[in-house]
T-cell receptor, first 116, second 109 residues
Framework: GAVVSQHPSRVICKSGTSVKIECRSL??????MFWYRQFPKKSLMLMAT?????????EQGVEKDKFLINHASLTLSTLTVTSAHPEDSSFYIC????????????FGPGTRLTVL | RKEVEQDPGPFNVPEGATVAFNCTYS??????FFWYRQDCRKEPKLLMS???SGNEDGRFTAQLNRASQYISLLIRDSKLSDSATYLC??????????FGQGTELSVKP
């Protein structure tokens, strides 16, 4: 399967700051990347679908101005949580899929965000 | 109603036991079905896809009943290393993965 990395793996920040999370596809070109969020004991919830070179498609209820997604290359997508608040504390996970086989998603190791 | 529903557990079983998890989904147009495994504070990992004919991978057997919109996972001869949360996942007609809440399994010696 594909190798997907995320950076940082863990971040603690003060309320009001912005946090950038990187997702990299290390061994194939990912035309599509997905960003999920998971609260404790809850299911993964899709936040947005990121397509290389175009604007991300956000799920209902996800604020696009708060969660900025950039997918500038076929191997990198970034999620920026702007003006983070304690309620944004969560586990953020990205996944990638190949254009030729969208049936399989490969997940990154996740980023645990804690906003104080 | 949640699109994918699972009993959150926890299921506490002794080593060697057989354990079964169930899952129901609400969208009859769902196209693909999977079981993922998620260890504590880790990303989910694909365990197996689920087909209408049923499929087996070693100690794991998955079944899909499209008429009842029901998916199951059976684990035989449980190992300590099977302790994890098992996520029922459905791909909808838009290609998105919809995750269940997960069922927590704890296998004890």
């Amino acid at each position: 399967g594909a190798v997907v990395s995320q950076h940082p793996s863990r971040v603690i920040c003060k309320s009001g700051t912005s946090v950038k999370i990187e997702c990299r596809s290390l061994d194939f070109q990912a035309t599509t990347m997905f960003w999920y969020r998971q609260f404790p004991k809850k299911s993964l919830m899709l936040m947005a679908t990121s397509n290389e070179g175009s604007k991300a498609t956000y799920e209902q209820g996800v604020e696009k101005d708060k969660f900025l997604i950039n997918h500038a290359s076929l191997t990198l997508s970034t999620l920026t949580v702007t003006s983070a608040h304690p309620e944004d504390s969560s586990f953020y996970i990205c996944s990638v899929s190949e254009a030729r086989n969208t049936d399989t998603q490969y997940f990154g190791p996740g980023t645990r965000l804690t906003v104080l | 109603r949640k699109e994918v529903e699972q009993d959150p557990g926890p299921f506490n079983v002794p080593e060697g036991a057989t354990v079964a998890f169930n899952c129901t989904y609400s969208n009859s147009a769902s196209q693909s079905f999977f079981w993922y495994r998620q260890d504590c504070r880790k990303e989910p990992k694909l365990l197996m896809s689920v087909y209408s004919s049923g499929n087996e991978d070693g100690r794991f057997t998955a079944q899909l009943n499209r008429a009842s919109q029901y998916i199951s996972l059976l684990i035989r001869d449980s190992k300590l290393s099977d302790s994890a949360t098992y996520l029922c996942v459905v791909r909808n007609q838009g290609g998105k993965l919809i995750f269940g809440q997960g069922t927590e399994l704890s296998v004890k010696p």
